[in-house]
């Protein structure tokens, strides 16, 4: 079956400190990879894509993802932790062999603390 | 500007009411999807359509039903809402495949409480 994991329901940092966010996933073949973030009471928005190439692939408001495929995973990461960078955190996979269907991880909540 | 939109934003309706969530997208994208988010948790898929007068269900069971008549435009409507229909809804558009910009985009969300 295919499956997207998110591990940590929540993630603590300070502001300044580095983050990282984590999802791995089941999914055959080569997908294509995804990372939302949702603020309350809001839709989600796109921060960054993985289909091919360079593994570190940089995105909106300073986030970065590192692709393995060898671990099958697809990490958020952040240098330095920002205040408002405290929301919630989809990562999501689009097969490759079946563009019809997006699968979202469970979600983590990042909290950064002044 | 292209971009997808939900309305309304927020809805309390009483038990036993017809409503219709509307999503509307300009950015001419095939596919579409309505998922449902309880509060700080996961998503749903609950409905999806490939394109003009294709719907199907989504993982989760849910009473309520779709239309896409239009490519643009994708409403989910419950016929009877109850408490247990109180959760957000979320739309969200996306190209047919391929590598260019394969993300899916999302709306606002419509927050729907029934009492």
């Known amino acids: 079956a295919q499956s997207v994991a998110q591990p940590e329901d929540q993630v603590n940092v300070a502001e300044g400190n580095p983050l990282t966010v984590k999802c791995t996933y089941s999914v055959s073949g080569n997908p294509y990879l995804f990372w939302y973030v949702q603020y309350p009471n809001r839709g989600l928005q796109f921060l960054l894509k993985y289909i091919t190439g360079d593994n570190l692939v940089k995105g909106s408001y300073g986030f970065e993802a590192e692709f393995n495929k060898s671990q099958t995973s697809f990490h958020l990461k952040k240098p330095s932790a920002l205040v408002s960078d405290s929301a919630l955190y989809f990562c999501?996979?689009?097969?490759?062999?079946?563009?019809?269907?997006?699968?979202f991880g469970s979600g983590t909540k990042l909290n950064v603390k002044p | 500007e292209a971009d997808i939109y939900q309305t309304p934003r927020y809805l309390v309706i009483g038990t036993g009411k017809k409503i219709t969530l509307e999503c509307s997208q300009t950015?001419?994208?095939?596919?579409m999807y309505w998922y449902q988010q309880d509060p700080g948790m996961e998503l749903h898929l609950i409905h999806y359509?490939?394109?003009?007068?294709?719907?199907e269900k989504g993982d989760l069971s849910s009473e309520s039903t779709v239309s896409r008549i239009r490519t643009e435009h994708f409403p989910l409507t419950l016929e009877s809402a109850r408490p247990s229909h109180t959760s957000q809804y979320l739309c969200a558009s996306s190209t047919a495949g391929g590598e260019v910009n394969p993300e899916a985009f999302f709306g606002q969300g419509t927050r729907l409480t029934v009492v």
């Open positions: 359509s490939y394109g003009v007068n294709s719907t």
């Open positions: 999501a996979v689009r097969p490759a062999y079946n563009f019809n269907k997006f699968y």
């Open positions: 950015m001419g994208h095939d596919k």
